[in-house]
């Protein structure tokens, strides 16, 4: 098991509401992952950092924002949340020269 | 832009059997390619990886071969039981915008029949 955790597993909203989407991993890995999956569907990276105050916009547009203050932790953002966020979130980290990702047990956001 | 295909969405066979799973990608020529599992409501598991100069890996009951020519990736679970019922995922390096950063196609849903 994999030590990069998410909170919450599982969050219900309303529309317009600011939410915050917690990632930590305690291996010390610098490049850090957002993916957003819709049942069925494939992973598309929504963000990406390569370490501290490193972040990049992915292939898939998002109305989020990330955050990479310590290497360690790596929180998604969506200042005004709309039915269409909802999704499943995941997070995941790897090594600088590392090939596999290790990936966190994502977050079910419904937006209502 | 580099494309990704798990050719089966679904894929039933019966406990004991060999499932074979594929996997084939355009417009690159990745150095690896990765497999992972993904069980409902939880985020994917790193099982496999496969280097371009590598025809073949294996792993207990997984094996993984790679053929560069064809583009094509071939996963195989021998002697299947229910446990291994799950989504498997076919993953590469991504390039250009993408460049470093793991590009997934859309996997494919094992079912292992008891």
């Known amino acids: 098991e994999a030590d990069i955790y998410q909170t919450p597993r599982y969050l219900v909203i309303g529309t317009g509401k600011k939410i915050t989407l917690e990632c930590s991993q305690t291996?010390?890995?610098?490049?850090m992952y957002w993916y957003q999956q819709d049942p069925g569907m494939e992973l598309h990276l929504i963000h990406y950092s390569y370490g501290v105050n490193s972040t990049e916009k992915g292939d898939l547009s998002s109305e989020s924002t990330v955050s990479r203050i310590r290497t360690e932790h790596f929180p998604l953002t969506l200042e005004s949340a709309r039915p269409s966020h909802t999704s499943q979130y995941l997070c995941?980290?790897?090594?600088?020269?590392?090939?596999?990702?290790?990936f966190g047990p994502g977050t079910r956001l419904l937006v209502l | 832009s580099q494309k990704i295909e798990q050719n089966s969405e679904a894929l039933n066979i019966q406990e004991g059997k060999t499932a074979t799973l594929t996997c084939n990608y355009t417009n690159y020529s990745p150095a690896y390619l990765q497999w992972y599992r993904q069980d409902p409501g939880r985020g994917p598991v790193f099982l496999l990886l496969?280097?371009?100069?590598?025809k073949e890996k294996r792993k207990e009951r997984l094996k993984v071969t790679f053929d560069t020519t064809l583009k094509q990736s071939l996963f195989h679970i021998t002697a299947s039981q229910p446990a291994d019922s799950a989504t498997y995922l076919c993953?590469?390096?991504?390039?250009?915008?993408?460049?470093?950063?793991?590009?997934f196609g859309k996997g494919t849903k094992l079912s292992v029949k008891p």
């Open positions: 993953a590469l390096v991504g390039y250009g915008g993408s460049q470093g950063n793991l590009i």
């Open positions: 995941a980290s790897r090594q600088t020269w590392g090939e596999t990702q290790y």
């Open positions: 291996m010390g890995h610098d490049k």
């Open positions: 496969i280097r371009e100069n590598e």
